[in-house]
């Protein structure tokens, strides 16, 4: 059979399509480009800082965000000649072609300094048997230090019911300049409503960066606004939750940290909800985690205990909708706490042990107006607790040691 020039072009595109003969060519048709592509956007490739998250046990979370799909890493060390690599796998494969980067260093020695930069090349094209890369970008050198085992004193910020305003952010850090603290917490109302990821990582970038969270570690405890909003299923995904929920308990030093997720402020019932929420059994789940808890070595053998959460079992009103109260009260009354911290009310209060049926002291933060905004300073010396809350205009509402 004769076989025309035109026939034979087409068989012979076909047999090299054919993945039989695409396995039996060479090794180096499979590699990336050796020369990087340039970057096809006019958007620079870090959409964010690195943010540090979850430094416990000697380990510790360094996140960041991307415009683009990339394969990120981090470089770290003892100095800051770095020579250290750590890279996301899951199940054998390193996780790239990605926007959000999560790298999770282990076994670190605690109480040591590291230095470290994140690293991120834009993928270009991910097919199954060739990929195309950029540049390689890095971030600026940062450093931070684990808490270790042997000393007890830390500083830590915290704020509550930021309601994403930055100014009232911005306003109560100068409140608090020059105080070397070691990690800040966010206790919920911060990134609220969140309608999209824009919006969420807006004021997620921005507030990380007002706190050198790129240095220090900084913990987000969820509240009932950051429940609400088009992409406030997704909010938790940006976070690196110690133990992986929204509540939990940690050390540092010898003091142990408690964080509760109270869920919505109304009955899931309510036709806010649209029978979208279902909160009766995360209440429940943190009833069992609280009496394993309050059991454990790590709780009993702490010099001081510290609960916090969003929205307070006290000081509340008889007419509030608060199902804790009834489910948690009389595990956290018998846990000996040294202070209870909440939010949520957007008005500073303190209520002493036995005022309401609590044993341990409460304090309540502020709200996002700036009448009403504090920055609450936690401070461990030895063996006393100091808190310190402060009023956007640097006032002192009030000071106690525990």
């Known amino acids: 059979m004769k076989i025309t020039t035109k026939a034979f072009s087409g068989i012979l595109f076909l047999l090299l399509l054919s993945p039989q003969l695409v396995l039996a060519r060479g090794k180096s048709d499979f590699l990336m480009d050796p020369v990087p592509a340039k970057r096809g956007e006019a958007k620079p490739l870090f959409r964010t800082q690195p943010f540090l998250q979850n430094p416990i046990g000697g380990n510790i979370t360094i996140s960041w965000f991307t415009n683009s799909p990339s394969h990120g890493w981090v470089e770290y060390g003892t100095d800051e000649s770095l020579g250290n690599k750590m890279e996301t796998r899951k199940a054998g494969q390193v996780v790239a ?57 830390f500083m830590a910020l915290i704020f509550n019911d930021l309601h994403k305003r930055g100014s009232t952010l911005e306003g109560l ?30 004021f997620l970038s921005f507030s990380n960066n007002q706190v050198n969270a790129a240095e220090k570690p900084v913990f987000y405890i969820r509240g009932n606004h950051e429940i609400r909003g088009a992409y406030s299923v997704n909010l938790n995904h940006l976070f ?14 010898d003091t142990r940290f408690v964080f509760l997720d109270c869920g919505e402020d109304k009955p899931d019932d309510h036709w806010v909800y649209y029978g979208l929420n279902s909160f009766e059994q995360l209440r429940n789940d943190q009833v069992e985690f609280l009496e394993t808890e309050t059991k454990s070595k790590e709780f009993k053998s702490a010099s001081k205990r510290v609960l916090i959460q969003h929205i307070p079992l006290y000081g509340m009103g008889e007419d509030r909708y608060v199902p804790c109260k009834e489910l948690w009260s009389d595990i956290l009354n018998s846990g000996n706490f040294s202070v209870g911290i909440n939010g949520h009310t957007h008005s500073f209060a303190y209520h002493e042990p036995g005022s309401l049926g609590n044993t341990y002291p409460v304090i309540i933060g502020g709200g996002p107006k700036e009448k009403d905004a504090t920055v609450m300073i936690l401070r461990k010396v030895g063996e006393s607790l100091h808190l310190k809350v402060l009023g956007f205009d640097g006032s002192i509402l009030g000071e106690y040691e525990f």
């Open 97 to 153: 072609n990605v926007k959000h980067h999560k790298v999770r260093l282990n076994n670190l020695v605690q109480g040591k300094k590291y230095y470290y930069r994140v690293a991120s090349r834009e993928v270009l094209l991910y097919s199954a048997y060739k990929k195309k890369f950029g540049e390689v970008e890095y971030s600026d050198i940062y450093e931070f230090t684990l808490p270790d085992t042997v000393s007890s004193d």
């Open 173 to 202: 850090l100068k409140q608090v300049e020059g105080v070397d603290y070691d990690f800040v917490m966010y206790n919920g109302d911060c990134i609220d409503d969140p309608e999209n990821e824009d919006v969420a990582l807006n």
């Open 240 to 253: 690196d939750y110690v133990g992986g929920k929204t509540y939990g308990a940690f050390n540092w030093g």
